[in-house]
C-alpha cells in the first residue's frame, strides 16, 4: 500500500493525488503541517531530507520528488497514461508541465517566503510575489494553450496528461491567493472542466484544497 505525505495547500501534494485518483490507486493519507516540516518534525525530515512536500513510502522505499513520484506512478500503473503516446505529445505535455513546476511554483513555497519575511519583507509583500510569478508563469501556459491545435479539453487533446496535473494543482493555489483567473480564458475554462472530473474532484476534495 502506498503511503502519501502530503497537505492541502500544497499544489505539489495535489499533483500526486490527482494521479494517484486518475489511476484508482488506494492510498493512506499522511497530512503534515507545511509550517512545522523543517522545524521539529525529525521523523520527517529522515524521510525526506529537503523538508519539502510530498512524500510517498511504498513497500520499503522512499519516493520525494513530484515529478518523480508521477513518473514512478506511471510506470508501475499504465492505466490511464500520463502523457501521449507519441513523442511529440510527450515533449509538449512534458514543457507544459515544466513551464509550472520548474519555474514558477519553486517561487512561491514557504521557504522562499519565509527567506523574505527574514530580509524585512511582510506577508502582504509574499502574497504579492506569489501571484506575480505565478500570473508570469501562466500568461506563458495561456500563449502555449492558446496557439496549438493539440489543446483539447484537457491540456493536451481529450484525456487528462501530467500537463493538468499541473495546470489545475497551480490553477487551485492562485484561486486560493486571489488571483482571478478570468485573465487565463483558456487554462480557466481546463481548470473548471477537470474539477468536474470525478478523479479530479475527488483529489481536490481529500485535500481540501480550495
Ligand atoms: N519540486 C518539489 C517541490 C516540492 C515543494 O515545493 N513542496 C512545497 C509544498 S507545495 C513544500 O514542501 N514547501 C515547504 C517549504 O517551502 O518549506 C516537488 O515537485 O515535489
Keep these: 500500500l502506498i503511503k502519501l505525505h502530503h497537505n492541502v495547500n500544497s499544489s505539489a501534494s495535489f499533483r500526486v493525488r490527482i494521479a494517484l485518483k486518475l489511476k484508482s490507486i488506494p492510498y493512506v493519507s499522511i497530512p503534515h503541517d507545511l509550517d512545522t516540516l ?14 519539502m512536500l510530498p512524500t510517498i513510502e511504498h513497500d520499503l522505499i522512499v519516493i520525494t520528488q513530484s515529478l518523480a513520484i508521477l513518473d514512478y506512478l506511471d510506470e508501475l500503473f499504465p492505466l490511464p497514461p500520463l502523457l501521449p503516446s507519441d513523442a511529440l505529445g510527450r ?18 513555497t514557504r521557504r522562499v517566503g519565509r527567506q523574505l519575511k527574514r530580509l524585512g519583507h511582510s506577508q502582504s509583500e ?6 506575480h510569478w505565478i500570473s508570469e508563469g501562466f500568461d506563458t501556459v495561456e500563449l502555449c494553450l492558446s496557439q496549438s491545435r493539440d489543446t483539447g479539453k484537457f491540456c493536451h487533446g481529450n484525456s487528462p496528461t501530467l500537463a493538468d496535473i499541473a495546470v489545475v494543482a497551480q490553477a487551485a493555489s492562485a484561486r486560493r491567493l486571489g488571483v482571478d483567473l478570468a485573465r487565463w480564458p483558456v487554462l480557466q475554462k481546463i481548470f473548471q472542466f477537470c474539477l468536474e472530473e470525478p478523479a479530479f474532484a475527488a483529489a481536490h476534495r481529500e ?4
Design 207 to 210: 485535500g481540501g484544497t480550495s
Design 126 to 131: 509574499f502574497l504579492t510575489w506569489q501571484r
Design 38 to 51: 523543517t522545524q521539529g518534525d525529525a521523523s520527517y525530515l529522515e524521510l525526506n531530507p529537503q523538508g
Design 91 to 108: 515533449v509538449r505535455v512534458r514543457s507544459l508541465f515544466e513551464m509550472v513546476a520548474a519555474d514558477p511554483h519553486p517561487l512561491t
